[in-house]
């Protein structure tokens, strides 16, 4: 057995073996013209040898790389209405004027090279060009007017009697048909007409195809398929030539070497075998966006593209799994069973039922709805040859189509016989546990067992009789039912205090003859001699889930097939009776289970049902998928924002160079692997920049900013849903470092810093010369400073000197002042002494006779008078008055010099502050003479009355 699971799983997928299931519908992938934003129409389909699929669409060429869509314009309007690329990759599109190359990953972008400059000076138009092929003749290309062959940069023409219909190229030969004329093919460089194919001269040829050597199938627009062999050529009378002239063929291929897919204009894609018998009919009721197929094309991987009239779709053909869903009329799936050739389906709505053939060839009827079982079916079970159905109404006995009611207790969940007595069966349902009885003439409701009224979903029984439950949010029941069996006489609780890690969520799972309790914590088995819960390592060790196990089943030859969490698994029996993992096949059905009904059914090796949220999936090991084929993944553009372009990258080879200032960029990846494409994820990796790989994420993009000057390679890489991981792309760049950090401005630096050492060392200098030249000027100040202290010292002491000599002056001169006032007091005393001696002597004169007496005192008056004489003393007064006051009387007759000699000796005798009595005397005149001199002076001096005379003139 281990040798036929490592043929099925590994040996056959090299092989090419596929095949097509007729059970349930393949998964269908649909492209609304909304997704990839393009005209409705697509005219072709074709894929590069990287894997990117191309269409030729009404608004452009299109290509997909599982995750993006880019649309490619071409000159003009025209619609692109066909593409092919040969095995080096270049792309080949047909307009309906122009034909020529189109160059998608230039470094320059996208650009399309016509060709028609190279025909014949006679040809003005191509017409439309509706079909391309790569031959071993060249690229040819097709229109209603001519064929062209390109090679070696060269175009060879032919022309047709009337017109050209179609091309086909088939085993390596060149077909071309004119209606009314014949078919043509190209031998050895020339037109030759094919002999056999006269009774097809006005049909409309539209497809031939080949499943042997020297076989081809022709496929006609009015009469349907023919089949030519050994030089015949007649009718293929096989089911689906009526399917086909009623529905209209349109175009067909060879979807392996045993099926055909065969378009239609009316009624979507018909799959059938070599022998012509229908495997599968899709159309819009399957789940198609439209019933006219323009194009097909079955891709690297053996799956199938149709170009629709309206939309792209993709159908996995190639695939073990396939669906029965809302497109069958099936809502959500609970259980399914197959019982006496009849698959029974049941869902939230009722249970279903058709025929079914458990070894392949099923019918293609519809499931039809058993009456009286509209609503939630909960469970399918065969027990003593009976289908019984718990319902949300009860419980059903089955019988065909038809259903019969036994049970009117609600919710019936489970059904469990009595090991003990064959005719007694228990199931759980909301509220507890129903006996029913089987004597020979079917299950019949016996009794509701009383003292239990839990919710008994999941349901055993051990080897003593005892019942086992578990509760979703209570734990674990362990049940004894009374003799006979209509009560319950003990109900004991397991809860986490027995050992369960929690009371929530323990599920009652049966693994071959044993059961178990699944946790969030792994599986548990019971301990009855220590009446506990322990965890089971070798068990959790054997299954290595990191969720919670949901479902499990065995098969007849003890494979155990599981749920847990959101994903599924197979654990295979190998002949040394360990177990192999097996998942890949499952990885698409993962998060598509309906959360706390998980369910599966296995029916021999070849048909296995999940229960999904849409209906139920079915699984074939007859269909052999490879799931480690090679894939790539490849870096296809890269947007530099900063530099407003877009880099193509082609040839890994060349290393980009970029400015540092404002550096960004965007690279987008692709990895063009279409089965279960949503699930593809990348990790990315930058030399000389992360850490490590990135985290697995779906984004196809990635951002990148501010990076510091340096070489750099971003590598990429992808994991398909089967967790393979595809080889790397990688695009290699360089920062180049900014202006300042250049090669060119490192020399600069080093020229600076040379200058800047000269520099330097001359500013070193030249501060050590300048601070000399400051300290001998420091000094030299400091020495000016002394002197000049020295010199403000001497001038101090000569002040000093100067004010002591002025004091010394001042001294004298209040000392001359007073001697003069002193002399000038004495001599008006004299001066009054001798007038009254002098008025004395006169009286005496005057008084005697004495005549010598007169003489002699006239001799001493004569002599009085002189000692009195004013002028000699007012030459003795000034000669003082200079001597003490120089210079006064000059300033005074320079200020006023209409003073008289009179006035001068005034103002001296004011100035020194002698009084108008002294003044009188000293000049012989009375009181009011000097009143009156005085007034006459402050006239001819102009002085206001309130101007003090005895101070104007100390200020002079």
Known sequence: MRIFWIILFFILPLAGLTQVKNTGIPKIRSFPKSEY?????????????????????????????????????????????????????????????????????SEEGPFFRSLKEKLDADIAETDVIWK????????????????????????????????????????????????????????????????????????????????HDNHLLIGTAQ???????????????????????????????????????????????????????????INREKGLQNNTVLSQFRDNSGNLWLGLDNGIDYIELNSPLSFITSYDGISTGYCCLVYKDNLYLGTNQGLFVKPFNAIGNNTREKFELIENTEGQVWCLEVINNQLLCGHHLGTFIIDGAKAQKISEEAGGWKYLRLSEDSTLMV????????????????????????????????????????????????????????????????????????????????????????????????????????????KNEELNTLFDVRDQLKYVTVDDQENIWYIAGEDAGLLHKNDDFSYSKITAPFSQLSGTFVGGFEFLYVLGNDNVFFGIEDGFAHYSSRIVASYNVPFKCFITEVEVPFLDSVIYPKDRSLTYEFPFNRNAFRFYFAAPFFQNSAQLQFSYFIDDYSDSWSPWSPDNYRDITNLSENEYVFRVKARNAYGAESEEARFSFVIAPPWYRSLLARYLYLLLFIVTVFGITWIVRRRFERSKEREWKKHQKELKKTE??????????DKEIIRLRNEKLEAEKIYLDKELANQTLSLVQKNKFLLKINQELKQIAEHTDDSSVK????????????????????????SYFEEVHADFFDRLKEQFPQ????????????????????????????????EISRYRLRKKMELARDVNLSTFLLNI
């Open 788 to 797: 000049k202290e020295f010199q403000q010292q001497a001038l101090l002491a």
């Open 223 to 281: 009469d349907g398929w023919f089949y030519y062999s050994n030089g015949k050529l007649e009718k293929w009378d096989v089911p689906v030539n009526d399917l086909v002239e009623k529905y209209k063929l349109f175009c067909a291929v060879k979807t392996d070497e045993d099926h055909l897919a065969i378009g239609t204009i009316l009624n979507g894609v018909l799959i059938v075998t070599s022998d012509g018998k229908v495997v599968q009919h």
């Open 132 to 211: 391309i092929y790569e031959t071993q003749f060249g690229i040819v290309f097709q229109s209603y007017q001519y064929i062209f062959i390109y090679r070696d940069d060269e175009i060879w023409t032919i022309r047709p009697h009337k017109a050209f219909d179609y091309s086909f190229y088939v085993n390596n030969r060149l077909f071309f048909h004119e209606s009314g004329v014949g078919l043509f093919e190209l031998i050895n460089g020339f037109v030759n007409k094919v002999p056999w194919a006269d009774e097809l001269i006005n049909s409309e040829i539209l497809s031939i195809v080949s499943f």
């Open 855 to 878: 003489t002699k005192m006239a001799v001493l008056k004569k002599r009085i008078d002189r000692e009195i004489d004013g002028q000699q003393q007012k030459k003795i007064f000034e």
């Open 37 to 105: 934003l393009a005209g409705t129409q697509n005219w072709g389909i074709a894929q590069d040898p990287d894997g990117f699929m191309y269409f030729a669409n009404n608004d452009g060429l299109l290509r997909f790389d599982g995750l993006k869509w880019d649309l490619f314009n071409v000159p003009g309007t025209s619609p692109v209405r066909s593409v092919c690329v040969d095995k080096k990759g270049t792309i080949y599109i047909g307009l309906d004027d122009d034909f020529g190359m189109y160059e998608t990953n």
């Open 899 to 930: 003073l008289s000699p009179k006035d001068l000796r005034l103002c001296a005798y004011i100035r020194m502050n002698i009084s108008t009595k002294e003044i009188s005397t000293l000049m012989n005149i009375s009181d009011r003479g000097v």
């Open 427 to 534: 199931g759980g349902h909301y509220n507890g546990l129903v006996l029913f009885q089987d004597l020979g003439d079917g299950w019949k409701f016996k009794a509701k067992i009383a003292n239990f009224s839990e919710s008994s979903r999941f349901l055993t029984q051990d080897q003593d009789g005892n019942l086992w439950m578990s509760h979703g949010s209570k734990g674990v029941f362990r049940v004894g039912l009374s003799s006979d069996k209509d009560s319950v006489n003990t109900a004991v609780l397991y809860d986490s205090g027995s050992g369960l890690p929690s009371d929530d969520q323990n599920l009652l799972l049966a693994i071959n003859s044993n059961w178990y309790i699944s946790t969030f914590d792994g599986l548990y088995q019971y301990n009855k001699v220590n009446d506990r819960f322990e």
